[in-house]
């Protein structure tokens, strides 16, 4: 929760996403708050089990579903042993051999 802030800034698109799907560590009314007023995004999280109120029904969790997908490429990018240990020390080469592994899962599950 601690880096929401600037994995916002350093975001790929010209203006702030509408919906910002997390895990459970999301869920907070402050956070919440914060990101509505600051980037005018609504966050979608799943409630902890502790919370006395729930915030979220369940159509805004249907969005929830389809985060899977994001983790599984991740979980196939660390098929390449070259990206999971990150010997590069530059960040460019790194980055560079991230975008050669989607692209050979890409080639590869289509």
Known sequence: MTL??????AKFTLGYPE???G???????ELDSWIKEQYGTQ???????????RTQDGRSLR????????????AWLQN???????????????????HIGCLL????YF
Not at 43 to 53: C, E, G, L
């Open 80 to 98: 390449f042993r070259r990206i999971a240990t990150r010997w590069d020390y530059k960040l460019e080469n790194y980055l560079g051999f991230v």
């Open 4 to 9: 929401v802030e600037e994995t916002l800034d």
């Open 105 to 108: 899962i890409l080639l590869r």
């Open 19 to 21: 919906r910002l799907v």
């Open 43 to 53: 966050v979608i999280a799943p409630n902890r089990r502790d919370r006395k109120t």
């Open 23 to 29: 895990d459970k560590a999301y869920d907070s009314d």
């Open 63 to 74: 969005r929830y579903r389809r985060r899977w997908k994001i983790e599984r490429m991740f």
